[in-house]
């Protein structure tokens, strides 16, 4: 027996690990996904900001220089994540500007320099203005994340938002 499991706890683990195997669940990356298409559908040239999860908790303004915002955040997204979906994702959208703020889950990824430059290749057919921004821990303080030591605090990250609407701003022209 397995770290003094009974027999009956194994089967029912064993039982919960098939489910599993069968993707009896929503995926995550997929419920996100069709959130994000929903979100960006019938929108005029909106800023999209596809990140990981800290910019799926994010509380971005609802428009920024005249243009809606749509988190495109996925919670676990990676940069070979949105190479796949991100193009998919935007293909009908015709954004205004696309900020791409991942890194936090890439992890030691040895390509994921090569990932994020095809990434940005692919998301620059798609808007004219591209932005990258990382979201690995090592860019906040310790101070700057709550207790789970991943995810920003309320203040901070209202601080890490203001750092992605400046550059679009630029990016956009400046506001009327």
């Known amino acids: ?8 706890e194994l089967q029912r683990m064993r039982a919960r690990f098939g489910e599993v195997t069968r993707h009896q669940f929503q995926d995550h990356q997929d419920v996100r996904k069709t959130i994000i298409r929903s979100s960006l ?8 900001v596809l990140g990981d999860s800290l910019i799926e908790m994010a509380d ?7 243009k809606p ?25 015709k954004p205004a500007a696309v900020v791409v ?9 040895p390509l994921q320099k090569q990932r994020t430059s095809d990434l940005l290749r692919e998301i620059g057919k798609l808007s004219p ?7 690995k821990r090592e860019e906040f303080n310790r101070s700057d994340l709550g207790k789970d030591g991943v995810h920003l605090t309320r203040s901070a990250s209202a601080a890490f938002v203001s750092r992605i609407t400046a550059p679009v701003e630029r990016g956009l022209g400046g506001c009327d």
Do not use: W
């Open 60 to 66: 971005f303004p609802k428009a920024l220089c005249g």
């Open 41 to 48: 559908d019938g929108l005029d040239r909106p800023i999209v």
């Open 69 to 93: 915002v749509v988190s495109g955040g996925i919670g676990g997204a990676t940069t070979s994540d949105f190479l796949r979906v991100g193009p998919e994702i935007l293909a009908s959208s």
């Open 1 to 8: 027996m397995a770290f003094g499991a009974s027999f009956s």
């Open 101 to 109: 703020a991942l890194g936090a889950n890439d992890g030691n990824d």
């Open 129 to 135: 203005v591209v932005i990258t921004m990382s979201t």
